[in-house]
């Protein structure tokens, strides 16, 4: 990874996620999963029943997207949809025990990973990283909103958005 202190921050931040991806992704091959995958069923795990929306929204998947990742995990006997009572056209996704007990095992294996992750990071650091993606995830939004059909952004003279 790059690591030059001339490297936009954009870069870095890419970067670090694609190297966290390809780690992750490395952990779950002998479980059978992806990061996706894995995503959605710790979704599914903290709020079992929810809709195929609701997930979506929660991980931020097209519902194409999550009609994939759903049916494999199905196929896996890790998850199941059932039809919701309130709209017959609607499914509640719920985890089995199977996916319940492959979450709980996951878990503990990602546990250790982000505390080798982070090692020698001080928890202030670490805080400080929190607040600034916190920061950068409100930015991002905000420049969506102004971010217009013609994929161009108006920037005025302080290189800030405009509205």
């Known amino acids: 990874m790059c690591g030059s202190e001339k490297e936009p921050m954009g870069r870095l931040i890419y ?54 990742i759903l049916d494999r995990l199905q196929e896996k006997s890790l998850v199941e949809r059932r039809s919701s009572p309130e709209d017959r056209r609607a499914f509640r996704v ?29 928890d202030r650091e670490q805080q400080i990283i929190r607040e600034s993606f916190a920061k950068m995830a409100k930015n991002l939004q905000k420049m969506a909103t102004v971010f217009n059909d013609s994929g161009t952004m108006e920037i005025n003279k302080r290189g800030e958005a405009c509205e």
């Open 15 to 68: 970067f670090m996620a694609q190297e966290i991806g390809n780690f992750a992704e490395k952990l779950l091959k002998p479980y059978g999963l992806t990061l996706e995958q894995l995503h959605l069923l710790k979704s599914v795990a903290t709020q079992s029943g929810m809709t195929q929306k609701e997930i979506g929204q929660a991980i931020n998947k097209s519902p194409a997207n999550l009609t994939r």
């Open 94 to 122: 719920f985890i089995t025990d199977n996916g319940k007990d492959l979450v709980s095992q996951v878990i503990e294996l990602f546990d250790s990973f982000s505390h080798h992750f982070l090692d020698g990071v001080s």
